[in-house]
């Protein structure tokens, strides 16, 4: 079967594992979001942490949203979907995206912008 566009649990909707995708620009460092203030993207349920958040990311979703729909950018690059994890993310080139874990962190950045073109080319073959 297809996976959906946004990666969320098999338990719920939520996006980013509820993190705030704003706070990743604006506080450097993963924040969670709240019930409070949510928007639906792509089917999925992102959260904030703050009005002001949600509504920056209301306004442009493709600046704040994780890459390849939070999904693991190591894996899409390789092909394949797998979990991305909130705590496991970089912000390169004003995007964010999010890896497996540490270590796959850890060999995703042996060769970001090698990864990133893969991934840009994969994306599309698997996200139908």
């Known amino acids: 079967f297809a996976e959906p566009p946004v990666y969320t649990s098999a ?16 506080d450097g460092k993963p924040v969670k979001g709240t019930k409070d203030f949510t928007v639906i993207h792509d089917g999925a349920e992102f959260r904030f942490a ?6 920056a990311f ?5 600046k704040y949203a994780p890459q390849y729909g939070g999904y693991c950018a ?3 690059s390789q092909g394949y ?3 991305g994890d909130a705590k ?3 912000i390169v080139d004003g995007k964010l995206y999010l890896n497996y ?4 962190q850890k060999k995703w950045e042996a060769d970001v912008p090698g990864f990133i073109s893969a991934a840009n080319t994969e994306w599309p073959k698997i996200n139908k």
Request: a positive charge; glycine letters at 2%; zero cysteines.
């Open 11 to 26: 338990f719920d909707n939520i996006a980013v594992q509820g993190y705030d995708p704003v706070a990743y620009f604006k």
């Open 50 to 55: 703050n009005a002001a958040n949600r509504d």
């Open 58 to 62: 209301k306004k442009d979703p493709a």
């Open 74 to 76: 190591w894996a899409v």
């Open 81 to 83: 979907h797998a979990k």
């Open 88 to 90: 496991h993310w970089k």
């Open 101 to 104: 874990n540490a270590s796959v």
